[in-house]
């Protein structure tokens, strides 16, 4: 055997058999989360919400939205927020050092007044500069907080301690709620009285191209632009199919900070949120679930099907690569942080399976596709592809992908059908089809720069400019 | 046409007659889909009339033989199915089923048990809660949300079974009877509740604490500041917050000590209660030997904006 032969057999092989085992991941993943949402549309099918949001026995909450530079919408965000249903809540505001004039817009709208607030430090953050309150008793529940400028996770961190409820709903300040999304979120806290639910996640849609109007969502259309509609169609196979298939298994390792409730005791026992990595939404579920398993305590991170949150989408490729990139480097530094659990049995399924699927096929995915594109030209220039094998190989795994995604569309058009016309289902297909050839390509180009700039210690968040979502589209 | 035969119904007022069904109504029954839409419109309909028009939905529902659909779900291996049956049968207030969904209620699937446990209460009010005496699976907290709004729409009458169920095994009955006694204020069970303080497992305890700021005597603090020392960080939080509305100048000692205490939420649900209890209290806390440094200057302007709003 030549050094040739054998170098293009070790690469044949070995990509090969990393191909197959992730194929047979979504496989199971398609099966598993398809009983899982339709387990949970059954039980919801006996839940009657007003039951909870009259009730004096739901879990308290506090919603932690923290703002930077967002003055052009702040007042209708918090609007949006403060017309949430749900009785035993407070919406804490977290100014982070905006150099606009968010506060003062906040001040005037709210009739807001600085009031003494002992801030209880029990996770270190950045100084408060003051905490102010309604006069106006129908804003009884907004809390602003003003602080120095920290960054997200020192944001969320100093609402963790001003949060006076037993459970915190971290969100992005521009994202639209469902009315009764925190009604949902809530349900999985009571459920479980064997475990201990320590978050709460549920499903984040696109909102470009939906209407809008005063922070609530008034209908639901497909984005036109292909960027934003081909991330929903992601959003849907990444929450629908692979969050839900992982909170059956109980091993699920991301809470979007997009929206996600915490249990607030473990929140502090665990830290707060680690303002050194980038990826702080990732890498506090983690923390949560090591130091559940190191306590050797029963524990769950649920996580609910229904559309809840509504977020802008990146439309251009330069904010869709920094942000692809920021997730690349989050999910690495996450890895790093807590790599003493990959196949480390002590930790359970979280070591055994979570934290290797993660390793393998989120973080090295980008990298074994790269590598191997780089491969197969290398010995296409070589003559040393089989080309009519190549060609059937390359369908098979284009027809793949391409079902995966029907799979994902179907499993939508069969629970929530959020997207009624049939032109914009026949667009989604289109978008399938497409995928492969325009977006998958650049979303692995970005992981790989995520990559480079990791490796020479680049830890800026990225300016994520967003175009609004507060005008409404008439069709 | 499902729509147009509720709201004959619901208008229908000859007492003896059935109510008129057209000939097409009888022959869709016959499908599935159909049957479950009208069902399922016969219940939404129920849950939103009373008197004499929810009387006709139910003679409709009879008349229909629908009832005879959801016998057959009872016996059905599918959970939602036989779940969903139970509430039918629930909604339509069919009592005479009483003995079929009994047994249920201690039913190894959460959800037909969950549905079971609800129709009996729906049905006998306060005295449907005897389930509780043998049910040995968790009555979950959602579970405890649902239970006590039924309850709700019953008067009381001084229910018998607390006491057993304060005693019981499955700590989640324990939890329950907890949360009635305070619900329904029955100051008569204050020693039992006093009782459960002694249990091992925490959230008890903690419903216990709880529970007894609101049946309280003037007995009640003296027994919270003897558990005190040795109770877990969460109950001793809990007994202060108690506190802060049933403390008497008596128990300003107690909390002036807790100032001291090394957990910052403890000092200040302390200062709190200590603000609260009479102008006595506040003056001891704004007299306290670092009244004037941190984190107290803090604390006390706090405790004292929160007194003025």
């Known amino acids: 055997m030549s050094w040739q032969t054998f170098v293009f057999d070790f690469f044949t092989y070995a990509i090969l058999a990393y191909s197959v085992t992730l194929m047979s991941c979504y496989i199971f993943i398609g099966i598993y989360s398809s009983g899982a949402v339709n387990n949970y549309l059954h039980k919801n099918s006996f839940t009657d919400y007003r039951i909870l949001a009259g009730s004096t026995q739901t879990p308290s909450m506090s919603i932690l939205a923290p703002a930077y530079n967002e003055g052009a919408n702040i007042i209708e965000n918090v609007r949006s927020l403060l017309s949430i249903y749900y009785n035993n809540m407070e919406v804490i505001i977290l100014n982070d050092g905006s150099k606009d004039d968010s506060l003062e817009k906040l001040i005037a709208a709210y009739d807001l007044y600085k009031i003494d607030f002992f801030v209880n430090q029990q996770i270190h953050t950045k100084k408060v500069r003051g905490v102010y309150k309604s006069r106006n008793h129908v804003y009884r529940k907004l809390i602003v907080v003003d602080k120095e400028n920290g960054g997200k996770a020192d944001a969320l961190n100093v609402g963790v301690n001003i949060a006076k409820n037993d459970y915190i709903v971290c969100i992005d300040v521009d994202c639209v709620l469902e009315q009764d999304a925190l009604l949902k979120l809530a349900k999985p806290f009571l459920e479980y009285p064997n475990h201990r639910v320590i978050a709460t996640g549920g499903v984040i849609r696109i909102a470009n191209g939906c209407e809008i109007e005063n922070g609530r969502l008034i209908k639901v259309h497909l984005p036109e632009q292909f960027l934003p509609r081909v991330q929903t169609l992601e959003y849907i196979r990444a929450f629908l199919l692979g969050r839900m298939a992982w909170s059956r298994l109980n091993g699920l390792l991301l809470i979007s900070g997009a929206f996600g409730a915490f249990d607030k005791e473990i929140v502090i026992k665990c830290g707060g949120y680690n303002h050194k990595t980038v990826g702080e939404d990732m890498e506090l579920v983690v923390r949560m679930r090591r130091y559940m398993e190191e306590l050797k305590q029963p524990y769950k991170v649920a996580f609910i099907p229904d559309p809840l949150c509504w977020t802008e989408a990146p439309a251009s490729f330069k904010i869709l690569g920094r942000q692809r990139n920021r997730w690349t480097r989050g999910t690495i ?9 990959f196949f480390n049995p002590s930790y359970g399924l979280l070591g055994m399976i979570s934290y290797p699927y993660w390793f393998f096929f989120e973080f090295l995915a980008p990298i074994v596709e790269f590598v191997g594109m780089s491969v197969f030209i290398i010995f296409g220039i070589f003559g040393l592809i089989n080309w009519s094998f190549f060609f059937i190989l390359l369908a098979f795994v284009f027809c793949f992908g391409f079902l995966y995604s029907i799979f ?30 325009i977006f998958h390509p650049f979303v692995v180009w970005s992981a790989i720069k995520g990559n480079i700039d990791l490796l020479r210690k680049k830890n800026a968040w990225g300016e994520m400019t967003r175009q609004g979502l507060s005008s409404p589209k008439k069709k | 046409m499902a729509n147009l035969l509720i709201r004959k119904a619901i208008f229908f007022e000859e007492i003896e007659d059935d109510i008129p069904v057209t000939l097409r109504v009888q022959q869709s029954l016959k499908q599935t889909p159909f049957r479950k839409f009208l069902t399922n419109e016969l219940l939404k309909a129920k849950k939103n009339v009373s008197g004499s028009a929810a009387e006709n939905i139910k003679q409709l ?16 291996r599918r959970w939602y199915l036989k779940a969903q049956a139970i509430q039918e049968l629930s909604v339509m207030g069919l009592k005479e089923y009483l003995t079929k969904i009994y047994r249920f209620t201690n039913n190894a699937n959460e959800l037909v048990r969950m549905e079971a446990q609800i129709a009996i209460v729906n049905f ?34 001084n229910f018998k079974g607390i006491e057993k169920w304060l005693k019981s095994p499955n700590k989640t009955v324990v939890v329950f009877a907890l949360k009635l006694v305070r619900g329904y204020h029955r100051f008569e069970l204050h020693d039992s509740v006093v009782g459960c303080l002694a249990d091992a497992d925490k959230q008890v305890k903690l419903q216990a604490i709880i529970s007894l700021g609101e049946i309280y005597t ?46 910052v939420e403890i000092k200040l649900f302390a200062a709190r209660a200590l603000a609260n209890i009479s102008a006595k209290g506040l003056e001891s806390l704004m007299n306290h030997k670092q009244a004037l440094q941190y984190p107290f200057i803090e604390i006390i302007a706090q405790v004292k904006n929160e007194l003025a709003i």
């Open chain 1, 333 to 341: 530094e996450t890895l790093r942080f807590h790599k003493i659990m």
């Open chain 2, 124 to 157: 006998y009010g306060f005295e449907g809660l005897r389930f509780l005496d043998v049910v040995s699976y968790p009555i979950t907290e959602w579970q405890q949300i649902k239970l006590l709004q039924e309850l709700l729409r019953i008067s009381p009458d």
């Open chain 1, 408 to 437: 994902a569309v179907l499993m939508e058009v069969l629970t929530y059908h959020q997207y009624k016309q049939q032109k914009d289902i026949a667009n989604l297909m289109l978008t399938a089809f497409l995928e492969p050839f």
């Open chain 2, 218 to 263: 003037a007995e009640t603090s003296r027994l919270l500041i003897g558990q005190f020392l040795s109770a877990h960080p969460k109950h001793q939080l809990a007994i202060i917050k108690v506190l802060q509305n049933i403390a008497t100048d008596d128990d300003i000692p107690f909390l002036l000590q807790q100032l001291d205490h090394e957990n």
């Open chain 2, 61 to 76: 529902y009879l008349q229909l033989n629908l009832n005879q659909y959801a016998l057959a779900g009872l016996k059905n």
